[in-house]
């Protein structure tokens, strides 16, 4: 096991050796209703391909390597908040982890994941994924050499979005209901913190030393800032009128923050040194997900409403272009081109 991970760290070093020379890329987009992974040439912003999933994949990540590309995959139904989901019962059978074979472009295995997986993170060595199921208030492990689950920690009601402290290893897991962070120790799989943010937090990023998380806050239209260190919360960021802060991403150097805003149809630019906005940069209908190129220049929003991928210029702070894709684009995900 030991060799394994070793192994691991070093592909997962030298991609991103090979990312930062400017190596081309790939822009992976989940889309939750038509239930497939749009694939995108970051060199041409074509799709180049559509690999079905199956039912709602929402949350993306890929292996180190770029060889496997993880998907969730929930049989719940989509359910406006707070409306009783026993109005439309879940098929329990659709939820996993799809396992997509990156070079062939096709699904090859579905693992279990726990109950309504949505999103997940990864561990520093590329050997597990933790993941937030949705409606069993728990994180659950799984073992990404093989899909056995190795664990599952309980948290509070709606767990939605997972981080992973690239510093320490510590898990962060937002709970909805509650408006909570639970900070949890991945070797020990217990609880260590629990931080009220309040406003229905979606999701959590880090500054490239570990020093601070950033929580998007939906239901507050803020961005609440942790002391990873304390594990005290520092202040809130507030968005501009409208914003739903959702996805969460940041600049390789750790200066900035970006934001993507649902329904408020822009990313926010904040400067972390300052925690003030900077900018407010309109993209598509319902941005969700986002992801950044390698170098850190072009950002990726995943446009749930338009059914499109917005391309931005980061120095720039404007919208380039947008990318038709599947229905209800949710996530995404980065890796390098095999």
């Known amino acids: 096991m030991k060799s394994t991970r070793v192994s691991a760290a070093l592909i997962g070093l030298l991609a991103t050796v090979a990312f930062a020379r400017g190596a081309d890329y790939l822009v992976y987009v989940t889309n939750e209703r ?3 992974v749009s694939v995108i040439d970051g060199n041409t912003n074509a799709v180049t391909a559509t690999v079905p999933a199956g039912k709602r994949p929402r949350g993306i990540h890929v292996s180190p390597d770029g060889r496997r ?10 359910m406006a908040p ?50 937030a199921n949705e409606d069993d208030a728990s994180m659950s492990v799984v073992d990404l050499t093989n899909g056995q689950t190795r664990g599952k920690v309980k948290v509070s009601e709606e767990p939605e979005g997972v981080g992973v402290n690239p510093a320490n290893g510590d898990v962060y897991v937002t709970c909805e209901e509650k408006g909570e962070v639970f900070v949890i120790s991945p070797d020990e799989q217990r609880v ?17 030393d570990g020093s601070r998380a950033f929580v998007a806050c939906e239901n507050g239209g803020y961005v609440a800032v942790i002391d990873a260190k304390t594990r005290k ?3 809130k960021i507030q968005l501009a009128q409208g914003s739903l802060p959702m996805g969460t991403v940041i600049s390789p150097d750790g200066k900035e923050l970006y934001v993507t805003t649902g329904r408020g149809n822009a990313v926010a630019v904040i400067e972390t040194t300052n925690n003030k906005v900077d900018a407010m940069i309109p993209v598509g209908g319902r941005a969700w997900g986002i992801a950044l190129s390698p170098d ?24 380039l272009t947008r990318i038709k894709v599947g229905d209800g684009p ?9």
């Open 82 to 131: 707070g409306v009783d989901e026993n109005r439309a019962p879940a098929d329990k059978s659709a939820d996993g982890i799809g396992v997509i074979d990156a070079a062939a472009r096709k699904l090859i295995d579905k693992w279990h994941a726990g109950s309504d997986p949505e999103q997940f993170a990864i561990s520093k060595d590329g050997a597990l994924a933790f993941i």
């Open 192 to 208: 260590l913190e629990k931080i009220d943010v309040g406003a229905r937090p979606r999701s959590v990023a880090f500054l490239p």
């Open 296 to 319: 850190g220049s072009t950002l990726y929003t995943a446009n749930g409403a338009s059914n499109d991928v917005s391309v931005v210029d980061v120095k720039a702070r404007k919208e």
């Open 330 to 338: 949710w996530g995404v995900a980065i890796a390098p081109k095999l």
């Open 69 to 78: 590309v993880f998907v969730m995959l929930s049989g719940s139904p989509r």
């Open 233 to 235: 919360l520092l202040t």
């Open 34 to 36: 038509s239930g497939d």
